[in-house]
Nanobody, 121 residues
């Protein structure tokens, strides 16, 4: 199984980035896809998650109204549109897949390698 992220980079505060994650290696039908992030010296935290139907995705409070998660099941791809980025959004962002919704990293079945997002002026 592979989860390959792309789209990270350097952006100014207030800017936007779109992360993509291409999943392969198994049938992900019914699985919950998500994005975690990890800042230096901190634990990984859930940013957003979306189930197979795409109905009622989960967002952490610190990104609500700014980030949007979506998925294209035909392409086995999940996206994270990040708008109004703040300095504190700087982190490595990881794509994840789990058999059911997981708030904690320990419950995640598959992880991508991560992509760095740096918000700086």
């Amino acid at each position: 199984v592979q989860l390959v992220e792309s789209g990270g980079g350097l952006v100014q505060p207030g800017g936007s980035l779109r992360l993509s994650c291409a999943a392969s290696g198994r049938n992900f039908e019914g699985w919950t896809m998500g994005w975690f992030r990890q800042e230096p010296g901190k634990e990984r935290e859930l940013v957003a998650a979306i189930n197979w139907s795409g109905f009622n995705p989960y967002y952490a409070g610190f990104v609500k109204g700014r980030f949007t998660i979506s998925r294209d099941n035909a392409k086995n791809t999940v996206y994270l549109q990040m708008n109004s980025l703040k300095l504190e959004d700087t982190a490595v962002y990881y794509c994840t897949a789990a058999g059911r919704f997981q708030l904690h990293p320990k419950g995640i079945d598959y992880w991508g390698e991560g992509t760095l997002v740096t918000v700086s002026s």
